[in-house]
């Protein structure tokens, strides 16, 4: 089972910022996971929340920032005074340190009220083929199925997963339908037969955010392939491998 930075290592540097990729690095890992967002004009941001206060010295919607505002903003002090220069990254920045660093990144679309999701799928598939991202280091997810929808004409050739709190009835008939590698579902909901049928019918099953080994010590038993965990040193330290 992989184990996943989630916003990078999000307990151990601000989340979705370098510092956390570089954290993740340190700590042998082979994924992260990131959200993603549009600014105002249009440029691809690493952050999740719909506004900026939480994690930065900023205040607003985000999509009211053009990428000139949004740069100065302090993504560090919040989380500790040390990481004052951190700044809120542009997707491609982020995905350009992570090929440096050999880092593999799932890519979370994230959509709010009054988002448009085919435009923030359009620039991040025009990124991907402008830099030349390697298709196999990169797992698109969302919790917006038109997202995945989107992207399944536009990156056919990126695995894409489907976010889920609980898994619904018709799980299968989803990921058919949108052509899904996994299914990414909140861990804490998750039944060993849930599981077994997802791994029966061919797909990957992905967990957030689990930040708790025992809480999931029987997870790779089960078949989970991955999982999002804000604490991967503590794993580490009770000896599970990074995978
Ligand atoms: O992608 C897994 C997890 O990140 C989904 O929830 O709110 O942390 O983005 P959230
Ligand atoms: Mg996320």
Same mark, same amino acid.
């Not at 809120?88 to 660093?101: G, N, Q, S, T």
């Given at each position: ?5 989630? *916003?990078?290592?999000? /307990? ?12 993740? #690095?340190?700590?042998?890992? @082979? ?15 690493? +952050? ?7 994690? /930065? ?25 040390? %990481?004052?220069?951190?700044? +809120? ?13 050999? !880092? ?13 999701? $085919?435009?923030?799928? *359009?620039?991040? /598939?025009?990124? !991907?083929?402008?830099? $030349?991202?390697?298709?196999?280091? &990169?797992? %698109?997810?969302? %919790? ?5 929808? =989107? ?23 989803? &990921? ?10 909140? =861990? *804490? ?10 791994? #029966?019918?061919?797909? *990957?099953?992905?967990?957030?955010? #689990? ?16 999982? %999002? ?11 599970? @491998?990074?995978?």
């Amino acid at each position: 089972m992989i184990l996943c930075g989630h *916003r990078g290592v999000a /307990s151990l540097a601000p989340e979705n910022t370098l510092a956390g990729l570089r954290k993740a #690095a340190e700590l042998g890992l @082979s994924w992260v996971e990131i959200d993603v967002q549009l600014t105002k004009d249009e440029k691809v941001v690493v +952050i999740h929340d719909e506004k900026v206060n939480r994690c /930065s010295d900023g205040k607003g919607k985000l999509r009211k920032y053009a990428w000139d505002e949004l740069r100065k903003l302090d993504a560090g002090s919040w989380f500790d005074p040390a %990481f004052a220069q951190e700044r +809120i990254p542009k997707l491609k920045d982020y995905l350009a340190l992570a090929r440096e660093l050999g !880092i593999r990144v799932n890519v979370e679309l994230k959509v709010y009220d009054k988002d448009d999701a $085919g435009r923030l799928c *359009r620039k991040v /598939s025009k990124l !991907i083929d402008k830099h $030349g991202v390697d298709k196999d280091s &990169l797992l %698109f997810s969302s %919790f917006d199925p038109d997202c995945l929808r =989107y992207l399944q004409v536009l990156q056919p050739e990126v695995p894409r997963g489907l976010l889920v709190e609980h898994i619904p009835d018709d799980w299968q008939q989803q &990921l058919e339908q949108l052509e899904c590698a996994a299914l990414h579902c909140n =861990y *804490r909901y998750l039944s060993r037969e849930q599981a077994e049928a997802v791994k #029966a019918a061919g797909y *990957r099953l992905h967990c957030y955010t #689990a930040n708790t080994p025992d809480k999931v010590k029987d997870f790779p038993a089960w078949g989970v392939d991955m999982l %999002f965990t804000d604490k991967p040193q503590d794993y580490l330290d009770a000896g599970w @491998s990074a995978g």
